[in-house]
């Protein structure tokens, strides 16, 4: 491929620059070799057909996840807790969608059930283990993994990565209600405290999504414990997701016609359709982590 685009003059010059910047860490290597290398992990991974599988699980445990997470909300004496965990919900799901959780939330609320919270655990951690397996089987289709694990073990890795990621949500809620409270009760005379709130909120958000990528990067296959927890790829997804996620918002808001063509349905299709495009991302930062691995195989 290389020596065919170097027969055109512009693209020769282009080849060659990118030839020029060598990898850091990677002695030997180039920013041409990176490219190349990730994009042919792309294409010759089936790529597509795995951002979809991954995009319908992660669409099935989601619902019992919020559900189970609801549930929990009328029993934590804390005032104002379910405003605050809605609030933070919000935050990650697309501004079309939103209304869609509303009747369920305040059902839920006005209503606590002990013994739904029992049952909706079990299912909740079955379903988000069954889409943080279908994650970590993406993963190894990659084209640059040559080494995989077992069924069990991999299901293991799955129902433990499953219960981290839910004790990592509710940790983030829990540091945001402690942050907004401070503000709210020891700044009520700053008149930029809506702001200052906004700011953590966001930087919360940053960092969860970064801990969760990583979390799913390390233990997704075997080589993934041998990069670093704080990868390029993470970096790269947490701020493509980032960015997705305003574009989309902005892009739902102005532009879309997705409830004049769908009515209520609309908002499903929304949803469903923003967890395909974080599937993708999810996967483009898993390819760029396996594609440095693999240099560093290579060098050795």
Do not use: C
């Amino acid at each position: 491929m290389k020596e065919k685009a170097e027969k055109i003059p512009v693209l020769r010059n282009f080849i060659l620059f990118l030839d020029s910047i060598k990898l850091p860490r990677y002695p030997g290597f180039s920013f041409y070799d990176l490219l190349e290398i990730y994009f042919s992990g792309i294409i010759k991974g089936v790529f597509s057909a795995r951002a979809g599988s991954v995009s319908f699980s992660f669409f099935m445990a989601l619902f019992p996840f919020l559900l189970f997470i609801l549930n929990l909300i009328p029993f934590i004496p804390i005032e104002n807790f379910d405003g605050v965990v809605f609030s933070f919900i919000q935050e990650l799901i697309p501004l079309e969608s939103q209304g869609f959780f509303m009747e369920i939330f305040n059902d839920i609320k006005q209503k606590p059930r002990g013994g739904l919270l029992s049952s909706v655990f079990l299912l909740s951690i079955f379903l988000t283990a069954n889409g943080v397996y279908a994650v970590f089987e993406r993963f190894e289709e990659s084209y640059h993994v040559n080494i995989f694990r077992g069924f069990f073990p991999q299901y293991l890795f799955s129902i433990f990565v499953a219960i981290l990621l839910g004790f990592l949500f509710l940790f983030s809620v829990a540091i945001f209600v402690f942050f907004e409270l401070y503000f709210i009760q020891n700044l009520s005379e700053l008149s930029s405290k809506i702001d200052w709130i906004r700011y953590g909120q966001l930087i919360l958000y940053i960092l969860a999504t970064y801990i969760s990528v990583a979390i799913l990067y390390y233990f997704g296959t075997i080589e993934g414990k041998k990069a670093r927890f704080f990868s390029p790829g993470a970096f790269m997804t947490t701020i493509l997701i980032a960015m997705t996620t305003k574009l989309f918002g902005i892009y739902i808001t102005y532009f879309s016609s997705y409830n004049q063509l769908y009515g209520s349905i609309g908002a499903i299709l929304i949803l469903m359709f923003y967890i395909w495009l974080n599937s993708i991302i999810l996967l483009l930062g898993f390819e760029l982590n396996a594609t440095l691995t693999r240099f560093k195989k290579r060098d050795k």
